[in-house]
């Protein structure tokens, strides 16, 4: 980082557990907001339980609508955490230690909202526990060449994996809340979490030890949920559009464009709503701007890929998908809006160094990505369905209802609603990747310049 | 008991499009009662229906029936995904769905290229009086499950059940007990359009037309081809003496 | 608390020091170099030969000869031609292990010149697109050319193979001016000719900087279109049933491993035979261990979700493709690529003591170079053999599946040969331009510091802007 502002051990502890000790005056209101909609979500999926799926817009032929594009998109910003900690960790990149934490939480709370996402469309959720090896008094197991039973299994993994990095690397802060927070309740189930932590010098190998092998372990299973979650899609030769190869890669970089731009998006959250901007400088939005270049570039590759390959079969079904996915009402202008909101406003935009260094810059652009990411999504399942095969008698159109409207915006306020609660209880800052960070830190004297240096074994 | 494989035969010559299939079908397996705001809604059940084309221009136009009902692929797309084994492929070459076994991911349906699997939106409702005429042989599906053509497999089991009880093979009955195999599509069709038959039978009339229109560049095909899902239908094409000659349909 | 650390000697000495040493291990040109040398030149004029002779016993018009011919052209594209990006992706992310590994990287751009001229044949080997067969360009008689194909792989296989060429003699131009400055003889009239009056200046050297950055972004991207130009007209299109979105993303990705690989041993030579071994060490090996890990693990990855698709969906078209290129006549030789390309890579590099060893992974290496030739060869050698004839759009039977071809002796020759020219150019190069990066040593001596750290000493790696 070229720009550089020395805290200091005791400036850290105050700035980070800010929102742990107090509370931001802002957060009252918004997580009131969220709690609303939640409420009001739960209604309407009570409703649903009640009557049935016939309250969502699904029908035949589009059997699957906005739960199962809301489901990929949740997957697909769950790939921030580990993209950000795990990968950047290995890679030993130094700008990622103030959002570690934050993409870590967003993947947890993003996980869990795609899963509710699965409840919301199933038929009869109350049988669900037939999809886990469970209850199988009658003799039949889960049918393991189905890609729902794939999922759960994926899913569920990397639920664990990421709520177990999620731990390990909060241990440290929660000793260093232990030892300042006052009330007796708060201070007892601190001591608890916090497992006895002391600093000693083995208690930290431990740590990284287990930081840096869970961020080996973690990938293969990065890689794993969404190709399986794609694979649900791409397995399906009925479908027009959906049974290309290249679905698996293609949604593992949609997923790491979407995350990561979830992630600077959490960031800009973060500056404006904590006062983070001496700990979140311009530098890591200019870094991960950086990284967004790259990978939207590279998404935009592979979705170049797809879209040709599906015209390049040369049958006739296929490319009149594409048509009605390109120029067709309401599918145009969506299309339109999708590839322009994830490709050919941001990046570009991205390009200026004055808008990557800018948090307001950055918000915007990311916004745009994930309103483009998820209509991606949509349009990948709904279209295909609409005009499933060449029998047109049974071509179809679909109308999201009130219900599922409601529970699409449920997801949101979710996600939201989690990670405030959690920068109430835990810091959203890793205190004590920071202070590494700092000892770290070295500048080596080139002539007559300073050049910033790290310190490496 | 011999193995038998049953398949269907659909001559597309004969089909007047009367639909009583359709109805036959309905009454029989208790499919839902489809009223308007359900076909609104695009979410009317037929396990078999006939899909009607135009085709040409005023005054020439003709329509084209074919009666589209679940194919009992060989290598049926729709059973590998379900989660939980709800459908699956029994020994007498059927497709066959365990309606409480199913827990709705509609996924079966995605996979169906022939579109022939139907989902209860709603919990199915029957007038008072209807209720009487609920076939006590077939389960009454709620909402939530998925349900499809199972070629009347409780006239196939009730067959097989009398078969045994007289010490005979299902195929050596006499014309009565055949006509009570018959899926009731099969039974109430007025041209002899849908024939019913076990492909594993040596003497079966049905089998040896349908091997000889698909083999002698006869009018034997099979829908979806390309698919390679391997149907148990065999549809033989209509003969339509005014079309041009074309070297290349298919 | 911030430190400055005053810049301290390096490890090999000053700045100036190291120029010296190494222009003069440069220039020294041992025997078993000299031998190699010879043998490789047989080698290459074999091969040469055995071009004439297929050429002139079959003509370009039987595809099923030309598929070992196809093959190895891919080899050296995958493998030779893959090794640059080992140059230019760390030096993106300024990693320090790199520069004792990115000129011996770059100079296997100088392979562009044996698959430039091994493509010449290929193009008259292709069929033009008037059969029918389904292609990028969707030919429509009188609206597309027929021979479009072949013009636009002609131009990405020359652009990438000049791309490389011009990048490497950017980044050695300092290096051929020290050469100019401090040699004599032949060497340093050709470092006159192509240093062009390098001074040094800050303007040059934030030119070269900037160019290189550019010419590394545009290798990269060629890297990639020319694969999937190779890929989409001269290997796809053969077999009926093969749409595979992915594959073209496959054969770019495979390149990167074949790059990592092609590097490894590379140094794995310097190390031993080039008397570099002070400059190549852990570091270099562990870096690129890492990454032969990584790429392998790709190959699973994008081989694993091509075969799902297919496997599932079952369909003619797809169970055909699947059984040419898999489980059919080719069975054993893909088994033989699986095991040498991902499994032997996998469960040995995830050893850590594997990667940090200087042997580890050079030996894993090999391995996958020779993993990667069988896989070129299972792939064009099959696509090759499909029949003309063909029906190019219906559902195919899967008896139609062609036997395997084994290779003749005109195929031998010529994969020996072609790959022994690739390496025969590669050790020319070296007598010119310097195989270690001069400039870049010289800028480590500057950013790396030794320095106390509480209890023990670590290594200070300045990042620079």
């Known amino acids: ?457 | 008991m011999a193995n038998e494989k049953w398949g269907m035969v659909i001559d597309l010559d004969k089909c007047t499009g009367c639909q009583a299939c359709v109805v036959a079908c309905q009454s029989e397996n208790n499919v839902p009662i489809n009223d308007e705001p359900l076909y609104n809604q695009r979410r009317a059940s037929a396990w078999i229906h006939i899909e009607r084309y135009w085709e040409g221009e005023f005054p020439d136009v003709k329509a084209r029936f074919i009666p589209v009902l679940c194919q009992h692929c060989d290598d049926a797309p729709c059973e590998p995904v379900c989660p939980v084994f709800a459908t699956y492929h029994n020994s007498s070459g059927l497709n066959v769905q365990v309606y409480n076994r199913c827990i709705g991911t509609r996924f079966c349906a995605n996979n169906c290229p022939y579109q022939v699997r139907f989902f209860n939106f709603w919990e199915p409702s029957w007038p008072e009086t209807l209720k009487n005429q609920l076939n006590p042989d077939v389960t009454v599906r709620s909402r939530g499950i998925m349900e499809k053509c199972t070629f009347c497999i409780q006239r196939i089991h009730k067959a097989g059940r009398n078969a045994k009880s007289e010490g005979r093979e299902i195929r050596d009955g006499n014309d009565l007990d055949i006509r009570a195999l018959d899926p009731a599509c099969v039974n109430s069709c007025p041209t002899n359009t849908l024939m019913f038959y076990d492909m594993n039978d040596p003497e079966s009339e049905i089998a040896k037309l349908a091997h000889d229109e698909l083999e002698h560049d006869g009018r034997g095909y099979h829908l979806l081809e390309d698919y390679g899902t391997h149907p148990s239908i065999t549809y033989l094409k209509k003969v339509d003496k005014d079309a041009e000659l074309h070297h290349d349909s298919h | ?465």
């Open chain 3, 1 to 465: 608390m911030t430190h400055i650390s005053q810049n301290s000697a390096s490890d090999h000495g000053t700045s100036n020091d190291v120029t010296l040493d190494l222009v003069n291990r440069h220039s020294h040109t041992g025997n078993l170099f000299r031998i190699s040398a010879v043998i490789l030149s047989i080698l290459f004029v074999l091969g040469i030969a055995g071009f004439v002779l297929r050429i002139t016993t079959d003509g370009t018009s039987n595809n099923d000869k030309w598929g070992y011919y196809a093959a190895v052209f891919a080899f050296i594209l995958t493998t030779a031609q893959g090794a640059p990006m080992v140059a230019i992706a760390p030096r993106i992310v300024k990693a320090h292990w790199r520069r004792s590994t990115s000129r011996a990287a770059e100079l296997w751009a100088l392979s562009g010149f044996i698959t430039t001229l091994v493509f010449v044949p290929l193009i008259f080997v292709l069929p033009g697109l008037e059969d029918g067969r389904r292609s990028f360009w969707f030919y429509h008689e009188g609206e597309v050319a027929r021979y479009i194909p072949h013009y636009v792989g002609a131009l990405s296989v020359v652009a990438m193979a000049l791309a490389g060429l011009f990048l490497l003699w950017v980044s050695s131009l300092p290096d051929l001016a020290y050469i100019r400055d401090h040699q004599t003889g032949w060497r340093q009239k050709w470092a006159k000719v192509f240093a062009r009056g390098w001074q040094g200046t800050s303007w040059q050297w934030f030119m070269v900087n900037h160019r290189m950055g550019i010419l590394g972004a545009f290798y990269f991207m060629m890297l990639v279109f020319t694969h999937f130009v190779i890929v989409a007209d001269f290997l796809m299109p053969f077999v009926p049933g093969w749409i595979d979105a992915l594959f073209p993303a496959t054969h770019a990705f495979n390149a990167l491993q074949g790059g990592v690989a092609t590097v490894l041993v590379t140094l794995f030579v310097m190390r031993k035979f080039g008397g570099y071994s002070d400059f190549i060490q852990f570091d270099q090996m562990w870096g690129l261990g890492k990454l032969l890990l990584a790429t392998s693990l790709l190959w699973i990855w994008f081989s694993f979700s091509s075969f799902m698709i297919f496997w599932f969906g079952k369909k003619p078209n797809e169970l055909y493709t699947l059984d040419l290129l898999m489980t059919g006549p080719y069975l054993w030789l893909f088994i033989a690529v699986f095991i040498l390309v991902f499994i032997v890579p996998f469960f040995t590099l995830i050893w850590n003591p594997v990667r940090r060893s200087t042997w580890g992974p050079p030996l894993i290496a090999c391995f996958v170079l020779v993993g990667t030739l069988f896989d070129r060869i299972r792939l064009y050698v099959a696509a090759y053999s499909v029949p003309a004839d063909a029906d190019m759009h219906g559902p195919i039977p899967l008896d139609l599946v062609p036997a395997a071809v084994y290779p003749d002796v005109f195929d031998i020759l010529i994969t020996i040969g072609v790959i022994a020219g690739a390496v025969l150019i590669y050790m020319l190069g070296t007598r010119l331009i310097p195989v270690i990066n001069i400039w870049e040593q010289r800028e480590l001596s500057i950013y790396q510091v030794h320095k106390r750290f509480h209890r023990t000493e670590v290594q200070v790696l300045g990042k620079p802007e």
């Open chain 1, 1 to 457: 980082m070229q720009e550089y502002i020395e805290h200091g051990p005791k400036k850290i502890n105050r700035d980070l557990l800010a929102g742990v000790l107090g509370l931001p005056r802002w957060w009252m209101p918004i997580a009131s907001v969220a709690l609303l909609v939640i409420l009001i979500a739960m209604c309407a999926y009570g409703w649903e339980l009640n009557r049935g799926i016939g309250v969502a817009g699904i029908n035949r032929p589009v059997y699957w609508g906005f739960y199962l594009a809301n489901f990929v998109f949740w997957i697909g910003i769950s790939h921030a955490g580990i993209m950000v900690s795990a990968i950047l960790r290995l890679t030993q990149a130094e700008w990622r230690r103030p959002v570690t934490r934050a993409a870590e939480v967003l993947t947890l709370f993003s996980l869990l909202a795609a899963l509710s996402n699965i409840f919301f469309h199933l038929g009869r959720p109350w049988r669900f526990l037939w999809i886990p090896p469970y209850d199988f008094a009658r003799g039949v197991w889960p049918n393991v060449r189905s890609p729902f039973i794939w999922d759960p299994s994926a899913i569920g993994t990397y639920l664990i994996g990421s709520s177990l990095f999620v731990f390990i690397a909060l241990i440290p802060d929660l000793a260093v809340i232990r030892d300042r927070v006052s009330g007796k309740t708060a201070k007892r189930v601190y001591g608890f979490l916090s497992l006895g932590w002391r600093g000693t010098p083995r208690q930290w190998k431990l740590q990284t030890v287990a930081g840096i092998l869970l961020s080996a372990l973690v990938l293969p299973v990065f890689v794993s949920v969404h190709s399986i979650v794609s694979w649900d899609f791409a397995v399906n030769v009925s479908v027009e559009g959906w049974h290309s190869t290249i679905f698996a890669p293609y949604f593992i970089i949609g997923a790491i464009h979407s995350g990561v731009s979830a992630v600077a998006m959490v960031m800009a959250l973060m500056v404006w709503g904590w006062k983070l901007e001496n700990y979140i400088t311009r530098d890591h939005f200019d870094a991960i701007g950086r990284l967004l270049i790259v990978v939207a570039t590279t998404w935009f590759f592979f979705f170049a890929l797809e879209f040709f390959y599906a015209i390049y079969t040369l049958e006739d079904p296929e490319i009149a998908l594409r048509t009605m996915q390109v120029f067709e009402w309401p599918y145009g202008p969506m299309f339109f809006v999708f590839i322009v909101a994830s490709y050919f406003i941001p990046v570009p935009l991205w390009l200026l160094k004055n808008v990557r260094r800018s948090p307001m810059g950055m918000f915007l652009t990311t916004i745009s990505v994930n309103i483009g990411m998820w209509l991606e999504r949509f349009l990948i399942i709904i279209p295909g369905l609409a005009r499933k095969t060449p029998f047109t008698f049974d071509w179809g159109t679909y109308h999201p209802s009130i219900v599922e409207i409601s529970l699409v915006c449920f997801t949101f306020a979710f996600v939201t609603l989690g990670v405030l609660v959690f920068s109430k209880f835990f810091p959203l800052v890793p205190i004590f990747d920071v202070k590494e960070g700092e000892v770290f830190r070295d500048e080596i004297k080139v002539g007559r310049r300073t050049v910033p240096a790290s310190i490496r074994e």
